[in-house]
């Protein structure tokens, strides 16, 4: 066992976070939890909850105290609004101690991931993921109500990864060094078309699935009426129809990183069987 840490995660209820935290304690550091609603939020035990806005610097400085490692996302609030309060969460990180800080890339710049990135006061990582396994959630209810996934552009390919990858390179990157001033894109270990996530599904719950292809019109109907932002209607209509080649090409950093191969989606698929099982 290497040396034990303290680690502040943000977005510690989130998709990535909940794996950044899980990852952590599985190596045995003392964990941090920032959310905005302390009573709300549940976490594995030996997690210490801090109440907390990442739009509001001052209200992380308690949670700071002490802290080594400290785990960022780019965003605050409604619509993954940019967060403008970067320059100061890193003055505040600084001031407190922390020496290692790795930061949840949001797609596109960020006044937040510049402030890292400049900030030659502690090791910083960027963290790239590419598609998160994770999305396939999306489709459970349809699975679960009529068996059936209904999508555009069922034959574009994605390196798509689990999360507790991303979690697991983010928890080496706050703990461990040689990973300062690293960009890690993370992505999974398989190329997959829709119809092999699909297929994976259904072998993990069980039971068939069928794999209905939309036009591109009906897909922007479907997410219009599913209450999706025309700016994400845009951004999906891009990512799935022109999947840019980072997102389609399989890289080894998960292997590098954290020295073991990375999740294939069947055991995303097996983790989640239950999601897309009526009644489970
Ligand atoms: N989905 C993909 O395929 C994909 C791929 C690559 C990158 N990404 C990036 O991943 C990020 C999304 O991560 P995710 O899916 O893990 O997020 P998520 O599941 O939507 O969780 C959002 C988290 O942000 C926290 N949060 C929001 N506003 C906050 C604030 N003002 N102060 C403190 N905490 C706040 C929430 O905490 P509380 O509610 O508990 O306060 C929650 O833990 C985005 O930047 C996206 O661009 C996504």
Redesign the pocket.
């Known amino acids: 066992m290497t040396e034990s840490h303290t680690i502040l995660v943000?977005?510690?209820?989130?998709?990535?976070?909940r794996q950044v935290v899980a990852e952590l304690l599985a190596r045995g550091h003392a964990v941090r939890a920032?959310?905005?609603?302390a009573g709300a939020?549940v976490f594995p035990a030996g997690v210490e909850v801090f109440q907390?806005?990442?739009?509001e610097p001052e209200s992380l400085v308690p949670a700071l105290e002490g802290v080594t490692g400290l785990h960022l996302?780019?965003?605050?609030?409604a619509g993954?609004a940019p967060l403008e309060t970067g320059p100061r969460i890193l003055e505040l990180a600084r001031a407190a101690g922390v020496r290692r800080v790795t930061v949840?890339?949001?797609?596109g710049p960020s006044l937040l991931e510049d402030a890292v990135r400049a900030d030659d006061g502690v090791d910083w990582t960027v963290l790239m993921?590419?598609?998160?396994m994770g999305?396939a959630l999306e489709w459970a209810d349809g699975v679960t109500a009529s068996d059936e996934v209904r999508e555009p552009f069922v034959g574009r390919l994605s390196a798509m990864v689990h999360e507790g990858d991303i979690g697991a390179v983010a928890a080496v990157a706050l703990t461990e060094d040689g990973h300062a001033g690293q960009e890690y894109v993370i992505t999974g270990p398989e190329l997959l078309t829709v119809g092999d996530k699909v297929t994976a599904i259904a072998a993990a719950r069980g039971r068939d699935i069928t794999l209905v292809e939309l036009t591109r019109e009906q897909a922007v109907a479907q997410w219009r009426a599913a209450g999706q932002p025309e700016d994400v209607i845009g951004f999906l209509l891009e990512a799935y129809g022109n999947t840019p080649e980072v997102g389609r090409t399989v890289l080894d950093t998960v292997e590098k990183v954290t020295g073991r191969p990375a999740r294939t989606f069947a055991q995303w698929a097996a983790e989640h069987a239950g999601a897309f099982t009526a009644g489970a």
Do not use: K
Request: glycine content about 24%; charged content about 10%; cysteine-free.
């Open positions: 943000t977005g510690a209820t989130g998709t990535v976070g920032l959310t905005r609603d939020a907390g806005d990442l739009t996302i780019t965003f605050g609030g993954f949840l890339h949001g797609g993921p590419v598609e998160f999305n």
